[in-house]
């Protein structure tokens, strides 16, 4: 066990941190630190800073580590999913190593002061290789930086400053070079000084898209030999105007959108010893309204000309399918509609071996298609499962889906056999008698659109189709959602995510899901995707150990016990809207916040959601509908779990109340 090395800097409240198996987690909300004096700097599993908190308001910018071919060319850098990180967390430090093009990385961070971090950076050689440079690369955004300038040393000398408005983006044969340990970056809203030791080459430069300048820190030169070793200390101190400006909310309550029936979960079985416990307290202590488990096929079917349902019917059915299948009727019984999905399909089912869908992903293939010639046993083998889930478990499936078809995880279709295999399928369990639909898409991603279209261009599919659904761990701008909305819209069909998360490599470094910034960036994206494309749920990943919300009791190595983390409580006010609500549409006088508003007007029942990237301010929403009298307010960040923090009154269809600093805040209304 490790225990914090600054006692004297912290502020506890039932601290608990508990390391094993190389895992160390942070329990939160009910381990505080006195924040207000400290960076709050926003480091990501694999290393990238996007910048540092001041007052809870984000000084933004963005680091990375880079391999730079000769000539600036091109590069390698760390980024999200493009390496194997491991990320620990040790009081006041958070340590990322991680390895890119040969060279490997030792990346401690350590809040030292408001606005202010220290960066111990070791980087080692695996290899002789000749390049640019190996460097650690600041980003400082055009939205910021646009009216600034850069200054190198003390900037007493003239030639050492460089104003952002000169610089061409693309012009980089001959970047600008200074050997230094000092640089300050300044604009009219923001500044940050870099201090390195010791003194380091740097350039300063403007990529291609014109989006911002970098500085180009230099660790290891152009001839690189195995077994290079540098270390430098950089110090990044930020600052900037803090936007206390009030936030206006206006809502148009006559105009409701969609049905969200809420909060929704995962229950995909995969660890037996700590699954149940995580299980147990999540239903226990969520209003979970919609749940997906896993229909194991493998197991269900493995012999091609073997009866599955006689097999289980004489006694000899798949523990895992039994698991799953009990599951599914634990869900069905508290009156939530179940989802079942498949994962891997049996041998005789598919083109190749069964082992393809994993050896093969080096090369970019993921997956295994489905043999076309038994098409018609597969649907029969599928259908028996859906219906001796009813006839023996009492489970009615709402929808059937190939988990993330797209990509081929691990059954994979292009989008013109996803739409043969909805009407095909589709088709067969209506013969049954079946009242099982299927979803469309299911994508593993919201930047796989396209995969859908061949199916929404089909009528013939329509009939068979549930809802569309995507899962949400990448690409989910704004663009990109509107046009999942427009889908959903188009066939006059809910919208699900079946997959509720923001980082789908976040498995291997699971101290992360402790992280302040995690559970911010999560939320943020659930109250946006509200928002856009008003969905009927979405499913977290996942309510089980995997992914997990809670802590202790040995999920993910953690002792102690079952301990709910800052996600946890930003799902629970989520899962805090009214049952059968409507989206209602708003606008919003501000960019720092994710707003989403849900209501049930028959009952007069309402709740204002609210994600605060900013300081703290004032705060109004307008257009509240008559009768309500009164808000309970409840704020989850750092330090607080769902905790009530006041009522307030809504006078003349109007609520103002004060918006904490970073944090999700949520006003109920309840008859």
């Given at each position: 066990m490790?225990?914090?090395?600054?006692?004297?800097?912290?502020?506890?409240?039932?601290?608990?941190?508990?390391r094993s198996?190389?895992?160390?987690?942070?329990?939160?909300?009910?381990?505080?630190?006195?924040?207000?004096?400290?960076?709050?700097?926003?480091?990501?599993?694999?290393?990238?800073?996007?910048?540092?908190?001041?007052?809870g308001?984000?000084?933004?910018?963005?680091?990375?580590?880079?391999?730079?071919?000769?000539?600036?060319?091109n590069?390698?850098?760390t980024?999200?999913e493009?390496?194997?990180p491991?990320?620990?967390?040790?009081?006041l430090k958070?340590?990322?190593?991680t390895?890119i093009?040969?060279?490997?990385?030792?990346?401690?961070?350590e809040?030292?002061?408001?606005?202010?971090?220290?960066?111990?950076?070791?980087?080692?050689?695996?290899?002789?290789t000749v390049?640019e440079?190996?460097?650690?690369?600041?980003?400082?955004?055009?939205?910021?930086?646009?009216?600034?300038?850069?200054?190198?040393?003390?900037?007493?000398?003239?030639?050492?400053?460089?104003?952002?408005?000169?610089?061409?983006?693309?012009?980089?044969?001959?970047?600008?070079?200074?050997?230094?340990?000092?640089?300050?970056?300044e604009?009219?809203?923001?500044?940050?000084e870099?201090?390195?030791?010791?003194a380091?080459?740097?350039?300063?430069?403007?990529?291609?898209?014109?989006?911002?300048?970098?500085?180009?820190?230099?660790?290891?030169?152009k001839?690189?030999?195995?077994?290079?070793?540098?270390?430098?200390?950089?110090?990044?101190?930020?600052g900037?105007?803090?936007?206390?400006?009030p936030?206006?909310?206006?809502?148009?309550?006559?105009?409701?959108?969609r049905?969200?029936?809420?909060?929704?979960?995962?229950?995909?079985?995969?660890?037996p010893?700590?699954?149940?416990?995580?299980i147990?307290?999540?239903?226990?202590n969520?209003?979970?309204?919609?749940?997906?488990?896993?229909?194991?096929?493998?197991?269900?079917?493995?012999?091609?000309?073997?009866d599955?349902?006689?097999?289980?019917?004489?006694?000899?059915?798949?523990?895992?399918v039994?698991d799953?299948?009990?599951m599914?009727?634990?869900?069905t019984?508290?009156g939530?509609?179940?989802?079942?999905?498949?994962?891997?399909?049996?041998?005789?089912?598919?083109?190749g071996?069964?082992?393809?869908?994993?050896?093969?992903?080096?090369?970019?293939?993921?997956?295994?298609?489905?043999?076309?010639?038994?098409?018609?046993?597969?649907?029969?083998?599928?259908?028996?499962?859906?219906?001796?889930?009813?006839?023996?478990?009492?489970?009615?499936?709402?929808?059937?889906?190939?988990?993330?078809?797209?990509?081929?995880?691990?059954?994979?279709?292009?989008?013109?056999?996803?739409?043969?295999?909805?009407k095909?399928?589709g088709?067969?369990?209506a013969?049954?008698?079946?009242?099982?639909?299927?979803?469309?898409?299911?994508?593993s991603?919201?930047?796989?659109?396209?995969f859908?279209i061949?199916?929404?261009?089909?009528p013939?599919?329509?009939?068979?189709?549930?809802?569309?659904?995507?899962?949400?761990?990448?690409?989910?701008?704004?663009?990109?959602?509107?046009?999942?909305?427009?889908?959903?819209?188009q066939?006059?069909?809910?919208?699900?995510?079946?997959?509720?998360?923001?980082?789908?490599?976040?498995?291997?470094?699971?101290?992360?899901?402790?992280?302040?910034s995690?559970?911010?960036?999560?939320?943020?994206?659930?109250?946006?995707?509200?928002?856009?494309?008003?969905?009927?749920?979405?499913?977290?990943?996942?309510?089980?150990?995997?992914?997990?919300?809670?802590?202790?009791?040995?999920?993910?190595?953690?002792?102690?016990?079952?301990?709910?983390?800052?996600?946890?409580?930003?799902?629970?006010?989520?899962?805090?809207?009214?049952e059968?609500?409507?989206?209602?549409?708003f606008?919003?006088?501000?960019?720092?916040?994710?707003?989403?508003?849900?209501?049930?007007?028959?009952?007069?029942?309402?709740?204002?959601?609210?994600?605060?990237?900013g300081?703290?301010?004032?705060?109004?929403?307008?257009?509240?509908?008559a009768?309500?009298?009164s808000?309970?307010?409840?704020?989850?960040?750092?330090?607080?779990g769902?905790?009530?923090?006041?009522?307030?009154?809504?006078?003349?269809?109007?609520?103002?109340?004060?918006l904490?600093?970073?944090?999700?805040?949520?006003?109920?209304?309840?008859?």
């Amino acid at each position: 066990m490790k225990l914090f090395r600054h006692f004297n800097r912290i502020s506890c409240v039932t601290t608990i941190i508990c390391r094993s198996k190389a895992y160390l987690f942070l329990l939160l909300p009910f381990m505080f630190f006195n924040w207000q004096a400290f960076a709050q700097s926003e480091l990501m599993a694999w290393g990238n800073l996007t910048g540092i908190r001041i007052d809870g308001q984000l000084m933004e910018f963005r680091s990375d580590l880079r391999v730079v071919e000769s000539g600036w060319r091109n590069f390698t850098a760390t980024d999200k999913e493009r390496q194997r990180p491991k990320y620990d967390r040790d009081g006041l430090k958070q340590i990322v190593t991680t390895e890119i093009s040969g060279i490997k990385f030792t990346e401690i961070v350590e809040e030292c002061g408001k606005g202010s971090i220290k960066i111990d950076l070791t980087s080692m050689a695996e290899r002789d290789t000749v390049v640019e440079g190996v460097f650690f690369c600041i980003d400082l955004p055009e939205k910021w930086y646009s009216d600034g300038k850069v200054k190198f040393g003390d900037g007493s000398s003239r030639k050492n400053t460089v104003y952002f408005r000169d610089l061409v983006a693309g012009d980089n044969r001959n970047p600008l070079k200074v050997r230094t340990s000092l640089i300050a970056a300044e604009s009219d809203d923001r500044s940050l000084e870099v201090t390195c030791t010791p003194a380091a080459t740097v350039y300063l430069r403007k990529d291609h898209d014109g989006q911002g300048a970098q500085l180009y820190i230099e660790l290891l030169g152009k001839r690189v030999k195995k077994g290079s070793k540098d270390r430098k200390q950089i110090t990044l101190t930020a600052g900037g105007k803090i936007d206390n400006s009030p936030v206006e909310i206006t809502l148009r309550p006559n105009a409701p959108g969609r049905k969200f029936d809420g909060l929704g979960g995962n229950f995909r079985l995969q660890n037996p010893g700590t699954d149940p416990l995580v299980i147990n307290y999540c239903l226990d202590n969520l209003r979970v309204a919609w749940g997906r488990v896993e229909m194991p096929w493998n197991f269900w079917h493995p012999e091609e000309n073997t009866d599955p349902v006689q097999t289980a019917l004489s006694g000899n059915l798949h523990p895992r399918v039994d698991d799953a299948m009990k599951m599914a009727q634990r869900l069905t019984a508290i009156g939530m509609p179940v989802i079942i999905s498949d994962w891997s399909a049996p041998g005789w089912a598919i083109l190749g071996d069964p082992r393809d869908a994993f050896r093969l992903r080096s090369k970019g293939i993921y997956g295994y298609q489905l043999n076309t010639q038994k098409i018609d046993k597969i649907y029969k083998s599928i259908g028996d499962y859906i219906e001796y889930l009813k006839n023996s478990y009492g489970v009615e499936a709402a929808a059937f889906s190939f988990n993330e078809s797209d990509l081929g995880i691990n059954v994979r279709h292009t989008g013109e056999e996803h739409a043969s295999f909805i009407k095909g399928l589709g088709a067969h369990l209506a013969s049954r008698g079946l009242s099982t639909k299927l979803l469309l898409g299911d994508n593993s991603d919201a930047t796989t659109f396209d995969f859908i279209i061949p199916a929404m261009n089909d009528p013939e599919t329509h009939k068979y189709i549930l809802a569309v659904s995507f899962h949400s761990w990448r690409g989910c701008d704004d663009e990109t959602l509107r046009k999942w909305d427009g889908a959903a819209r188009q066939l006059n069909l809910p919208l699900i995510v079946g997959e509720g998360s923001t980082d789908a490599a976040a498995w291997n470094y699971p101290e992360i899901f402790s992280e302040q910034s995690f559970a911010l960036y999560e939320i943020n994206l659930y109250t946006r995707i509200c928002a856009i494309c008003q969905p009927l749920s979405i499913l977290q990943w996942q309510l089980t150990a995997d992914y997990s919300v809670l802590t202790g009791e040995g999920v993910f190595g953690t002792k102690g016990p079952l301990t709910p983390t800052q996600r946890f409580w930003n799902l629970k006010q989520l899962a805090s809207t009214p049952e059968q609500s409507f989206s209602i549409p708003f606008t919003s006088t501000s960019e720092r916040i994710n707003f989403a508003a849900f209501g049930n007007p028959s009952r007069g029942e309402y709740a204002f959601h609210i994600v605060n990237n900013g300081a703290e301010c004032p705060a109004s929403i307008k257009g509240i509908p008559a009768g309500i009298e009164s808000l309970e307010l409840f704020v989850t960040d750092r330090k607080r779990g769902m905790e009530k923090t006041g009522e307030i009154k809504v006078v003349n269809g109007i609520a103002e109340f004060k918006l904490l600093p970073a944090g999700f805040t949520t006003l109920i209304n309840k008859k």
